[in-house]
Structure formats: C-alpha cells, structure tokens
C-alpha cells in the first residue's frame, strides 16, 4: 500500500522546536518532490517548504524561511521539518505530499499523493 505516515507534531510554547517526519511505504522517495504543507482552523491550506529528492534543492514559504529546515534521508525513505523559534500562527495540521517534480511546489492541486496529518500547537 503506497501511503505517506506524518509523525512528530505536538504541543510546545512560543520559541520552541519541533520535527517532523514523513515517511513513504510503498513509494520511493528518491527522484520525488516531497513537500510540507499545513492548514490553520478556518484557514486555506498553503504550502511551508519542499524538497527535490534528486538533488536536495529546497524551498521555503516566506513566512517560515530561516526558522523551517526541510530535510531527507533516502536510506530511511523519509523526509523531515524541522521547525525552530515556533511561533503561535504556525499552528496547524501539517501535512506531507510527494509528486514528480517540485515546478508548482505550492499548489497543492498538483500533488496526487498526501499523508494523514500531524497536528503542532504552539501556545503564547
């Protein structure tokens, strides 16, 4: 069965770390576009940060650039976030998704494949 499982989120206060993983079943990750994406109660979902798995380009949303690190380990086939001085707006259900190429990394439409979700909460 091909399925992405997020695992990591939790509960930390306002300048507190997190990271999490995503770890493909079934699927290779290797030559994918692996991406982090969450969605706020209320709010659209919008995408944090990719990686190209070939090379290990990244790319980052602006809201998160220099606290969000994204990262791979292809022996492992996951693909991890590791989120740094969390602020009270990154709170959220995380999620990863993974498709061919990481052109469009933000659209969310273009991705056919998703986990179920990790939640981060992150108090004042």
């Known amino acids: 069965q091909v399925q992405l499982v997020e695992s990591g989120g939790g509960s930390v206060q306002t300048g507190g770390s997190l990271r999490l993983s995503c770890v493909a079943s079934?699927?290779?990750?290797?030559?994918?576009?692996v991406a982090w994406f969450r969605q706020a109660p209320g709010k659209q979902r919008e995408g944090v940060a990719s990686?190209?798995?070939?090379?290990?380009?990244?790319k980052y949303s602006d809201s998160v650039k220099g606290r969000f690190t994204i990262s791979q380990d292809n022996a492992k086939n996951t693909v991890y976030l590791q989120m740094n001085s969390l602020k009270p707006e990154d709170t959220a259900e995380y999620y990863c998704?993974?498709?061919?190429?990481?052109?469009?990394?933000?659209?969310?439409?273009?991705?056919?494949?998703w986990g179920q979700g990790t939640q981060v909460s992150v108090s004042s």
């Open positions: 079934g699927y290779t990750i290797s030559g994918k576009c």
């Open positions: 990686i190209y798995t070939n090379d290990g380009s990244t």
């Open positions: 998704a993974a498709k061919s190429s990481c052109v469009l990394w933000y659209a969310l439409q273009w991705f056919p494949l």
